[in-house]
């Protein structure tokens, strides 16, 4: 029995730091809690309001905010309510932050799992795709996939997912390359386990600390990289919007409307700072070698 037990104790120590780390860690708390709010108002703030993000009306056209009024972030040059648009925005954006993480992470964990545990010359066919793919402008590609294929928001998460997959495809593969010669891997091999097995049910599930960081990592530059291209015009169509867009809005305004930009910014560089710092945290909470400290 002890023996059998022993195996579990690191992990649960490892587990019962980290858990710890994070509670100390106040910079992390708060940025969980601010994050908590945006993503709370992002879904339920378009409720809130009597307005639509697609109603247009000239009448009110650049009205500034009045937080006990009807418009409490103010109007556009369109009339249109900029706190229904605001809270609209930021579903698309950090719906598409998610979606693409997901999409890339699936990707580059099968990717680099299986390149790392079968080794040889499928490693370095996988690794050498990898390379190419590298090699193409990252923007360029992106920008190529909707312009052939439409600027569908389903494409947009998917463009830019396929696309984002190759950092984690070479770090999964890395430390697959190191657990494969791990006793409990061997023990797989010698009881008869199958390669997709052993990959999926005993090498993937021990990634699972850095692939948490990762993403945590990759859905503010995901979200960096589809404001990007909603501020180039190539992202989501009116009426709908995201952040990005109301951000391009509010640069061709901003003399005389200037809160169509602020608004939108704010929550913009608020969200992308707390993910950041969020990963941060992670990252230092799941680091074995700080486990002593």
Same mark, same amino acid.
């Given at each position: ?7 579990? $104790? ?10 710890? %780390? ?15 709010? *945006? ?19 000239? @009448? ?7 937080? +006990?009024?009807?418009?409490? !972030? ?25 979606? %693409? ?11 680099? $799992? ?18 190419? !793919?590298? $090699? ?9 996939? #909707? ?20 950092? #984690?495809?070479? *770090? ?10 791990? @006793? !409990? ?31 945590? =990592? ?7 990289? @589809? ?10 169509? @009116?009426?709908?919007? +995201?952040?990005?867009? =109301? ?37 230092? %909470? ?8």
């Amino acid at each position: 029995m002890a023996s059998g037990a022993a195996p579990n $104790a690191p992990r649960h120590s490892l587990t019962r730091h980290a858990l710890g %780390a994070m509670a100390r860690d106040k910079l992390f708390a708060a940025c969980c809690v601010v994050l908590g709010v *945006i993503v709370l108002g992002v879904i339920v703030g378009p409720w809130l309001s009597p307005h639509s993000y697609y109603a247009i009306n000239l @009448e009110f056209a650049q009205q500034p905010p009045q937080f +006990s009024g009807q418009h409490w !972030f103010g109007t556009d040059d369109l009339g249109r309510d900029l706190f229904v648009r605001a809270m609209q925005g930021g579903r698309i954006s950090l719906m598409v932050g998610l979606v %693409a993480t997901i999409v890339s992470l699936v990707f580059g964990v099968v990717w680099g $799992a299986t390149a790392g545990y079968l080794g040889g010359r499928i490693d370095h066919l996988m690794m050498r795709v990898v390379d190419i !793919f590298y $090699a193409i402008p990252f923007m360029f590609f992106v920008i190529l996939l #909707m312009v052939l294929f439409g600027r569908n928001i389903i494409l947009i998460f998917v463009a830019i997912g396929a696309v984002n997959w190759l950092d #984690m495809a070479r *770090i999964v593969r890395g430390q697959t390359l190191a657990l494969r010669g791990r @006793e !409990f891997v061997q023990a797989a091999e010698v009881i008869g386990a199958s390669r997709p097995r052993i990959i999926f049910r005993h090498i993937v599930p021990n990634l699972l600390g850095i692939v948490v960081v990762y993403a945590t =990592l990759t859905v503010p530059q995901v979200i960096l990289i @589809e404001s990007f291209l909603s501020f180039l015009g190539l992202g989501v169509q @009116e009426p709908m919007t +995201s952040w990005g867009a =109301l951000v391009q809005q509010g640069t061709q305004v901003m003399s005389t409307a200037p809160w169509v930009l602020l608004f939108p910014a704010t929550l913009l560089a608020v969200s992308l700072v707390c993910l950041n710092f969020i990963g941060d945290g992670l990252r230092d %909470a799941l680091d074995p070698k700080d486990r002593h400290r």
